[in-house]
Structures are given as structure tokens and as C-alpha cells.
């Protein structure tokens, strides 16, 4: 049974930096790809970044440059290191996986964790 534990989220101001991680188990970590999404308060969850399985990274244009996905294969945890943080970045932030040793993207993701929740002041 694939499980995901997300940790690391908070309360940050503005221009902050938090770094979330994501725990796996239940499977090969190391096989499969994972990703990221978000979902703010009356909103839909959106896709954040994605990494393949071999370390290749994706991700949404409106974190370019600001976010970084990484993963350790030895610690079976993928990371969303996330700098300069806004506003609008407030939200419970999701890690998922699948079944694909690609990026994970809303469509191919099939295991969630149970969120963490980043608010960033003004």
C-alpha cells in the first residue's frame, strides 16, 4: 500500500522560504515518478512540479524560477523547496505519485498525501 506523508509547511511572511518533503512507502520510491499541486481556499488544485524517476523535473510556469523539486532516493522523499514566497502561494500543498516512472501530472496521479498547509503573510 503507497503511502505519502507530506511535512514542512507553515506560516512565512512574504519573501520567506519553506521547504516541504514528502515521505513515501509501501513501494520501490525509486521506480516511479512524483509531483506536486496545491489547492487554495475556493479554488481547484493545480499542478506545482513534477520529477521522473530519473531526476528529470517539470513544472508550472507560475513557479519557474522561484520553486525546485528534488528527490533522495536513499531516503525515499521528494522535496518542494519554495523561495520567495507570495501571497496568492497560500494553499494545503499535495504530494502525489502513480503508476508512471514519469512526471506525475494531475492525470496520471493516483496516490495522495494528506496535505500540508503554507500561508504566507502580506
Known amino acids: 500500500q503507497v503511502q505519502l506523508v507530506e511535512s514542512g509547511g507553515g506560516l512565512v511572511q512574504a519573501g520567506g522560504s519553506l521547504r516541504l518533503s514528502c515521505a513515501a512507502s509501501?513501494?520501490?520510491?525509486?521506480?516511479?515518478?512524483m509531483g506536486w499541486f496545491r489547492q487554495a481556499p475556493g479554488k481547484g488544485r493545480e499542478f506545482i512540479a513534477a520529477?521522473?524517476?530519473?531526476?528529470?523535473?517539470y513544472y508550472a510556469d507560475f513557479v519557474k524560477g522561484r520553486f525546485t523539486i528534488s528527490r533522495d532516493n536513499a531516503k525515499n522523499t521528494v522535496y518542494l523547496q519554495m523561495n520567495s514566497l507570495k501571497p496568492e502561494d497560500t494553499a494545503v500543498y499535495y504530494c502525489?505519485?502513480?503508476?508512471?516512472?514519469?512526471?506525475?501530472?494531475?492525470?496520471?496521479?493516483?496516490?495522495w498525501g494528506q496535505g500540508t498547509q503554507v500561508t504566507v503573510s502580506s
Open positions: 502525489a505519485t502513480g503508476d508512471s516512472s514519469g512526471p506525475i501530472t494531475e492525470g496520471l496521479a493516483r496516490y
Open positions: 509501501g513501494r520501490t520510491f525509486s521506480s516511479y515518478g
Open positions: 520529477i521522473n524517476w530519473i531526476r528529470g523535473t
